[in-house]
Nanobody, 120 residues
């Protein structure tokens, strides 16, 4: 069954670091875009960071310079290294994958979400 499995969330103090991981099952092939979204309480889901199959990255202004997205194509895994964390980074973080199988339509997949809380 095609799925995304996230890990690495938790509680961290302001200024601390966390690393999120998201592993896509092997049945998901021809992955193009891998991204991390986040949704804070009472707010809409927003894009935090994205990385293309070629390694190009984009970040929300609010995380630029503090977060780093990377991917390991051999493992079908995307990472989000979060440094210098702030209370406003508190949110549920969701992994997103866009796959474009050859000769088929693009398919999007979402992870189940992992809670990240930044608090002293």
């Amino acid at each position: 069954q095609a799925q995304l499995v996230e890990s690495g969330g938790g509680l961290v103090q302001p200024g601390g670091s966390l690393r999120l991981s998201c592993a896509a099952s092997r049945s998901i092939v021809n992955i193009n875009i891998m991204s991390w979204y986040r949704q804070a309480p009472g707010k809409e889901r927003e894009l935090a960071a994205t990385i293309s199959s070629g390694g190009s990255t984009n970040y929300a202004d609010s995380v630029k310079g503090r977060f780093t997205i990377s991917r390991d194509n051999a493992k079908n895994t995307v990472y989000l290294q979060m440094n210098s964390m702030k209370p406003e980074d508190t949110a549920v973080y969701y992994c997103y994958v866009l796959a474009i199988p050859i000769g088929s339509i693009p398919r999007a997949y979402w992870g189940q979400g992992t809670q990240v809380t930044v608090s002293s």
